[in-house]
C-alpha cells in the first residue's frame, strides 16, 4: 500500500487556512492530521469541521504547532511572516516539508529560512497557482525579447483585507522581468509612483497596488512602447487554484533532498 502523506494546516481560520484544510480533506492523496491556530483563539480545541461550520472531521485545532507537527509528513503554512520564520525551525526539527505561501517577507526573513533549509525541504513561492507560474516563465520570456523600448509595469489588484504591497505575486513577475532584461530588480524597482516624480526612467519597473472588495488575485505585466503595448494578465477567481498547488508541492517535496525549491521546480516549468 502506497504511503499517504498526513498534513498539518497553520493558520488555520484564515482565508487560505479555510481553503487548505478542503482541498486537503476532499483528497484522497493526502490524509489531514493537525491544524494549528495562534495561542488564545476561540477555535482552539475545537474541531476543525465543526468550526468552520461543517461536520467533524476528527482533527482539533491546537496552539502547539510541534506536536502537531511531530504527527505529520507535511505543513503547508499561509499565515504571517513572523508566523512562518517560527513554523520553518519547526518543521525542521519535525523533518516535515513545509510549503510557504506567506507572502510580505523581508530580505532578511527569507534569508533567515536557511538554516532550516538544511534539515528540510522548503518549497515557497508568492503564487502557488499553475496559472501565475506559466505567466512567470512568459513574462521572462517577453521582457528578454523587447529592449527598454518597451517599458515594463507591474499592476495587481486584491481584496481590501490583504497587508502586504507589492504582492507576492507581483514581485515574482518583477524578478522575472528583470531576469529576463539581465539587471537586478533592487537596480530598476520603482514602487507606486505620487507627486513630482520626474519622467519616467528607461529601464525601471514600475509597480501599482489596487485594494478593494474581494478581489482575490489580479495581475496584469504592461509592456508598453511607442505606437504599442503587449499585457500578460492573470486573473483569479477562486482561491483553490492556490490551494491545489500548495498540495502538490507538499506531495512532490516528499523523499526530496533538504533545500529550498519554489512551484517552478514543482510544475516542472
Ligand atoms: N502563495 C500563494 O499562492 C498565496 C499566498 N497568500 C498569502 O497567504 C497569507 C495568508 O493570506 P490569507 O489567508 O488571505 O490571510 P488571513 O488573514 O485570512 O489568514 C492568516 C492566518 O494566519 C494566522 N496568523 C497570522 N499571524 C499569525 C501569527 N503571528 N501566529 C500564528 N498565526 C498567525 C491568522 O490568525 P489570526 O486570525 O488569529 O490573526 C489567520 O488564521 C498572506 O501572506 C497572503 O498574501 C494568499 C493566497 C495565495
Ligand atoms: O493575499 C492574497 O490574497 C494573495 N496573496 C498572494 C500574493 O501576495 O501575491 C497570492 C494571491 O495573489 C492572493
Excluded at 487548505?20 to 488564545?40: M, N
Excluded at 526612467?201 to 474581494?214: C, N, P, Q, T
Amino acid at each position: 500500500m502506497t504511503h499517504i502523506p498526513g498534513i498539518v494546516i497553520t493558520g488555520a481560520s484564515g482565508r487560505m487556512g479555510q481553503m487548505l484544510i478542503k482541498t486537503v480533506t476532499d483528497s484522497d492523496q493526502a490524509r489531514l492530521v493537525g491544524v494549528v491556530e495562534r495561542q488564545g483563539h476561540d477555535w482552539i480545541g475545537q474541531d476543525v469541521g465543526e468550526a468552520m461550520g461543517g461536520p467533524a472531521l476528527g482533527v482539533l485545532i491546537t496552539d502547539d504547532p510541534l506536536e502537531a507537527f511531530a504527527q505529520a509528513q507535511a505543513v503547508i503554512d499561509f499565515t504571517a511572516p513572523e508566523a512562518t520564520l517560527e513554523f520553518a525551525a519547526l518543521a525542521a526539527q519535525a523533518r516535515c516539508v513545509h510549503v510557504i505561501g506567506t507572502t510580505g517577507m523581508s530580505d532578511e526573513q527569507i534569508v533567515a529560512l536557511e538554516p532550516a533549509s538544511r534539515h528540510a525541504v522548503i518549497v515557497r513561492a508568492g503564487n502557488m497557482s499553475l496559472g501565475v507560474n506559466l505567466l512567470v516563465q512568459l513574462t521572462k520570456k517577453v521582457a528578454a525579447a523587447l529592449d527598454e523600448d518597451f517599458d515594463i509595469e507591474v499592476i495587481e489588484g486584491h481584496h481590501h483585507h490583504k497587508v502586504d504591497a507589492p504582492s507576492g505575486t507581483a514581485l515574482m513577475l518583477g524578478e522575472a522581468a528583470a531576469e529576463g532584461r539581465g539587471v537586478k530588480l533592487a537596480d530598476v524597482s520603482d514602487r507606486g509612483r505620487d507627486g513630482i516624480t520626474g519622467a519616467r526612467k528607461r529601464g525601471d519597473i514600475g509597480f501599482h497596488a489596487i485594494r478593494g472588495g474581494d478581489i482575490v488575485g489580479e495581475h496584469d505585466v504592461l509592456f508598453a512602447a511607442p505606437g504599442e503595448r503587449i499585457v500578460l494578465r492573470h486573473l483569479a477567481t477562486d482561491r483553490a487554484i492556490f490551494a491545489r498547488g500548495a498540495l502538490k508541492a507538499a506531495l512532490w517535496g516528499q523523499g526530496k533532498a533538504p533545500g529550498q525549491y519554489d512551484m517552478v521546480d514543482v510544475l516542472g516549468l
